[in-house]
């Protein structure tokens, strides 16, 4: 169920997007109850759970994955600038991986808060894919873009029940260290931000 939500909530962003540019009041309240409610799963049920069972060392995994939506940030704003297909593809790589990652985390046996952190997070996500490949790329490569998200993000889900047998508490705690780390990133700045 967790998984038809969050390709729905990821489908719903550029709705909300299109929304908003004729009402950008609704957007702005939307766009705060999403991250508001964000910010507190991930001050209540996941960053306490992955700290407790990764240790320090999951300090660590929180803020490599906050540092690893700023970098795909700047490939796909590189890409942007410079058309460079190299950039394009790291950052679209990047971006599949983490839909992969999303798609792990939505299995019941990561916990049912990071979850719905996932599902709420795919709304913003939604709404940020559509605002920066449609205008750059053109609606097909949008489409395709919101196609392959949904395709790594099912993997992700599908394949995670395997990676989640084999994982130990410590390797989830850090699984969802990672995940923290970006909503926290997402919760801090927003869908159309600059990093000042």
Known sequence: MTLVLS???????????AAGRTNP??????????????????????SPEALEHGGKAAIIVILAGLAFPMILERLFRKATDTAH??????????????????????LPGSGT?????????????GMAVWWAIRPNFGKTAAMLAFALIILS???????????????DARTLAMLQAFVSG?????????????HH
């Open 25 to 46: 009041i609704a957007k702005r309240v939307l766009n705060a109850s999403i991250l508001l409610t964000i910010a507190v799963i991930i001050a209540i049920h996941i």
């Open 85 to 106: 297909l190299v950039i394009v593809a790291l950052a679209a790589t990047g971006l599949l991986v983490h839909a992969v990652v999303d798609g792990i985390a939505l």
């Open 182 to 194: 970006s909503l926290i990133h997402v919760v801090t700045f927003g869908v159309k931000h600059d």
């Open 7 to 17: 390709i729905a909530a990821l489908l719903l962003g550029p709705a909300i997007y």
């Open 113 to 125: 808060g990071l979850a719905y952190a996932i599902v709420l997070h795919r709304l913003p996500v």
């Open 153 to 167: 993000t099912t993997a992700g889900y599908f394949a995670g029940d395997h990676i989640l047998e084999m994982a």
